[in-house]
């Protein structure tokens, strides 16, 4: 029998997986709903247990929204090796002939896709329940997106590390919790610097530097852990 | 070109026991190595060794004279590894399932051979059904579609006959010895006997070692 050579495919495989990984979301749309929901959630429930006064609500919008948004990107990331480790796919993608690094990427890319994006794109809505600010709303779902991003990023190291533990939800968010902190400090801080009418560019650009980093690092510290994790 | 898979003095502990110690074990073209042993004597473990996707504590893995971590990628792409767990997506179907797996081996495929290699494996008619409505044994059948679907010369196998039936059993057996005979090389642990005409060689483990 003849030997087979690598030949490289990984565009099709990086297309195939973010395919499989977008039919297997919209497959279990509750799992794509509960985060939004929870965020919805807690912030519709903040007014009526802090106080209806517009000026209070509007002081703490900015930071109630971006952690509301931070714990709703959290309880999704449980999921996001946990079924490829219990029906044994994980296995194969860590054996595929393809960098690992690059198949994370397109599995935490769906991931921002169905839970950082739509988060973004609520959060101007529930920003009307906290009166917040005109001029602050456009700043408010970019810095969103930007920082979802790399909460994902930071998150899947997280979830990769304790995909092999039976109950590893608390354990996973004492692990990436403080890694999140810098990018809640920018994003909030993005918010309240457009409501103080100050220039949003250099929060948002260090949003940005963030991301550009997760991108560049995580991807490998994704990898790493997910074998370190089959490893045990 | 030929291919050999060659492990030395492998060995690998659990919970300060050593599962096996000093194992030598080789495939090559046209031999099935059944990995023999009790419950609990580290068969799997052994298995994901030989896969690559653990370290051994102790010996080395060779894939065609080269340590097999320089050559990862060159073997990995000459290897069907099906685990325990079938690997099978329960919200896919059948068909979406070997899509992947194809497209990890960075090959599009065609629906076509797919649905060649789900009704060689007895599968007609459920290519479009999601594997959740389908019993255990076609979940696992499905997974063993891929040994058609992907031709590659070196087979490692943990326990394939799980909750399949007498006949599928029969075909899978002669579909081991068939690639065998056409110069692939096998390493499964199964309790079945496996009865063929052929070089079938067993490693035992789980003696006092």
Not at chain 1, 86 to 103: I, V, Y
Not at chain 1, 180 to 190: D, K, M, Q, S
Not at chain 2, 158 to 185: K, Y
Request: net charge neutral; glycine share 10%; charged share 15%.
């Amino acid at each position: 029998m003849r030997l087979v050579e690598p030949r490289g495919g990984l565009v099709v495989a990086l297309v195939a997986t973010v395919r499989r990984e977008l039919t297997l979301s919209l497959r279990r749309r509750g799992e794509i709903i509960n985060p939004l929901v929870f965020f919805a959630l807690v912030i519709t429930l903040f007014p009526l247990g802090i106080s209806p006064d517009p000026e209070r609500l509007a002081a703490i919008a900015p930071g109630l929204l971006w952690v509301a948004a931070l714990l709703a990107t959290q309880l999704s990331l449980d999921a996001l090796f946990r079924g490829d480790h219990d029906d044994g796919s994980l296995e194969q993608l860590l054996l595929a002939p393809q960098p690992l690094p690059a198949l994370v990427l397109a599995k935490v890319a769906v991931h921002w896709l169905l839970t950082g994006a739509p988060l973004a794109l609520m959060a101007p809505l529930l920003g009307l329940f906290l009166s917040l600010p005109a001029g602050s709303y456009g700043v408010l779902a970019i810095s969103l997106a930007l920082g979802s991003a790399s909460l994902s990023l930071i998150g899947a190291i997280g979830a990769a590390l304790t995909v092999g533990l039976a109950r590893g939800g608390v354990l996973l968010s004492l692990l990436v919790l403080p890694l999140y902190i810098p990018v809640l400090i920018f994003g909030a801080g993005a918010v309240q610097v457009a409501i103080l009418g100050g220039d949003v560019a250099p929060w948002l650009a260090l949003l940005g530097a963030l991301l550009a980093l997760a991108l560049m690092l995580a991807p490998w510290a994704i990898a790493a852990a997910l074998r370190i994790s089959l490893n045990g | 070109m030929t291919f050999r898979l060659e492990g030395r003095g492998l060995a690998c502990e659990r919970d300060d026991r050593w599962l096996f110690r000093g194992l030598d074990l080789s495939v090559g073209p046209g031999e099935i190595v059944r990995v023999e042993g009790p419950n609990g004597s580290g068969k799997t473990t052994l298995l994901k060794i030989l896969a690559g996707q653990l370290a051994p504590q102790a010996g080395e893995l060779a894939w065609g004279e080269r340590p097999l971590r320089r050559v990862r990628t060159e073997y990995l792409a000459n290897l069907l590894y099906l685990g325990h767990a079938p690997g099978v997506k329960t919200a896919l179907t059948a068909l979406e399932n070997l899509a992947w797996y194809q497209a990890l081996h960075g090959e599009r495929g065609d629906t076509a051979s797919r649905l060649t290699a789900l009704a060689a494996l007895g599968l007609r008619g459920f290519e479009d059904v999601p594997a959740a409505q389908l019993s255990a044994g076609q979940q696992r059948r499905i997974a063993l579609s891929r040994l058609e679907l992907t031709p590659r010369p070196l087979w490692i196998l943990d326990e394939p006959f799980t909750a399949i039936d007498r006949e599928g059993v029969a075909a899978l057996e002669a579909r081991l010895w068939a690639h065998a005979a056409a110069g692939g090389g096998v390493i499964l642990t199964t309790h079945h006997a496996l009865p063929g005409h052929g070089t079938l060689r067993r490693v035992s483990l789980g003696e006092a070692a």
